[in-house]
């Protein structure tokens, strides 16, 4: 394995609100890490589940926000604010990293000084073996890795950027989208309309251990995605082809949406 560059020190962003086991097992992936210079800082969204106590427990430094259930882009705003390190990492509560992606990081900005911003994406080996958890997360790991390096937005479940670069554009907006929404791919379109270049690294690979149902996943798709996602492309025209797959594909995806949706329902 490459050597590690320990000149870059990262900063670990975990916001959270009620994380139970799979905010456990993000825990026990972190403390795994093989890169030293990284700090952990978790933002308790006002939990009542000791997810806050938990984290403390495990040497993380533990931030707690204004307001109870402000949202996930407001606690990362905070964690980011109070970040000491160069980099801020954005990881979400259920997702668990590698051994080895803390230092990936590191080395992408480290060998790439005009990098501002890189994410990655979910692994093939979804953490639930439910049919549609098996479906959202492997297509996730197949956009992903279908897509261009060159990105122009940007995705918080696993995804870091200079510390600078984000308090220079103000982190996440969470005026125009009040709930947890787009605001992560909205920052990716800020920055790279600044002339800031974001990449996509295929090998930055971290397991989701979410449960995906029917109901969360057309209201993750569907409401908190999907038509908040249409109208910025709409606003941003010229990034309409960022993070997707060709014209002829997009039939299939709506075709595989179709046969989705038609076994759930015969289940």
Request: aromatic residues 8%; charged residues 20%; hydrophobic residues 45%.
């Amino acid at each position: 394995m490459q050597k590690l560059d320990e000149s870059c020190k990262i900063s670990v962003i975990v916001p959270v609100y009620n994380g139970g086991a799979a905010f456990a097992r993000c825990l026990d992936a972190l403390a795994a890490t093989v890169y030293d210079r990284v700090e952990v800082v978790m933002v308790d969204d006002g939990s009542t589940d000791g997810s806050a106590a938990l984290a403390a427990s495990r040497g993380c430094r533990v931030l707690h926000t204004a307001q109870p259930r402000s949202g996930p882009a407001a606690a990362r705003n905070l964690g980011a604010e109070a970040a000491v390190g160069d980099v801020v990492f954005f990881v979400d509560a259920d997702v668990a990293v590698q051994p080895e992606t803390i230092g990936l990081v590191a080395q992408m900005f480290t060998a790439n000084p005009t990098l501002d911003a890189l994410f990655g994406s979910y692994d093939d080996q979804p953490g639930e073996a439910n049919f549609l958890s098996q479906y959202k997360n492997l297509f996730h790991h197949y956009v992903h890795q279908h897509s261009g390096e060159e990105a122009a937005s940007f995705w918080s479940g696993c995804g870091a950027m200079r510390r600078d670069v984000f308090l220079r554009h103000g982190g996440f907006d969470t005026t125009l989208y009040d709930r947890p929404c787009i605001e992560d791919i909205e920052l990716g379109y800020r920055v790279t309309r600044a002339g800031g270049r974001i990449r996509l690294v295929k090998s930055l690979q971290v397991k989701h251990l979410k449960r995906w149902t029917i109901g969360s996943l057309l209201r993750s798709d569907i409401l908190d995605r999907g038509i908040p996602w249409t109208r910025l492309l709409l606003r941003e025209g010229d990034f309409a082809h960022d993070l997707n797959l060709q014209t002829h594909n997009r039939v299939s995806v709506a075709a595989i949406w179709l046969l989705a949706l038609s076994l759930v329902a015969g289940l």
